[in-house]
């Protein structure tokens, strides 16, 4: 396979770090973007996904240091969430801007060159929560699902161009993700802080679990054993998926009458 000029948002730690050096180990040339771009001597580049300004800077530099782009992988995130009565319509916006905007801004910026070269890849990365919606994270289970519906819908209007769009969707794991958490929901903010330290499942995994989903074709990337697990109970068992899930629910109810 002939290296690929790659674009990664939310580079410098987490899951963005892991897809970066994953692209690099195989040849594949890396502009690497976060509020503030990794150290080294590779290309990086500041990038704050909610400036239409940094996008455009962003395609300006692949343009001229590249002449094109063959994978556009819009992973910077944010964690939040919280129960619904709880999660303030700032945090709602907050996690949207980020989480939504910053795919949608992305994907814009630069479908015109996917289009006009006729070849390329757009990788959203989204979450289990966009397919899978347990109770006290409204917010980020309904960002998530966005990016999984803007996914698909990307995936059908590119395809007459030759330019292709896949979605990831992991479950919970080792990540700094929890850093970014904000929210009044301290009791939901803890749980899920738990989940993620708790996880046996790296980073790295999902990022070798990623490129091999891209490699493969598939639009749908579901990276991990616990995520497969959940979308297929929700897919094929909806009384026992609802169930778990109001157990759930009822346990949060249980903490907040302590």
């Known amino acids: 396979m002939s290296p690929r000029r790659v674009l990664v948002t939310g580079a410098a730690s987490g899951l963005g770090a892991a897809l970066t050096a994953a692209f690099r180990a195989r040849g594949d ?142 479950s919970y794991f080792r990540t700094n993700l929890m850093h970014s958490m904000q929210g009044t929901d301290t009791d939901v903010a803890a749980k899920i802080s738990a989940m993620v330290a708790e996880s046996s499942i790296s980073a790295e995994e999902i990022a070798a679990a990623v490129l091999q989903g891209i490699d493969q074709g598939v639009e749908v990337i579901v990276p991990d054993g616990p995520a497969r697990a959940a979308h297929h109970l929700k897919r094929t068992d909806r009384t026992a998926y609802n169930a778990e899930m109001r157990r759930t629910a009822e346990r949060m109810k249980e903490r907040s009458e302590r």
């Open 29 to 170: 040339e890396v502009l690497a973007t976060d509020l503030t771009p990794p150290d080294g001597d590779r290309p990086g580049l500041a990038l704050d996904v909610r400036s239409d300004d940094d996008w455009a800077a962003a395609v300006a530099w692949v343009e001229e240091r590249w002449g094109g782009l063959d994978v556009l992988v819009n992973n910077a995130g944010v964690a939040g969430g919280g129960r619904v009565d709880v999660c303030t319509l700032d945090e709602w916006q907050w996690l949207t801007d980020v989480n939504l905007f910053g795919v949608v801004r992305g994907t814009r910026a630069f479908t015109p060159m996917l289009k006009a070269q006729g070849s390329g890849l757009v990788v959203n990365v989204a979450s289990l929560a966009g397919l899978v919606h347990p109770p006290g994270m409204a917010s980020y289970n309904a960002v998530k699902a966005a990016v999984v519906a803007f996914s698909e819908t990307v995936g059908h209007e590119l395809a007459p161009y030759g330019v292709g769009c896949a979605v990831v969707c992991p």
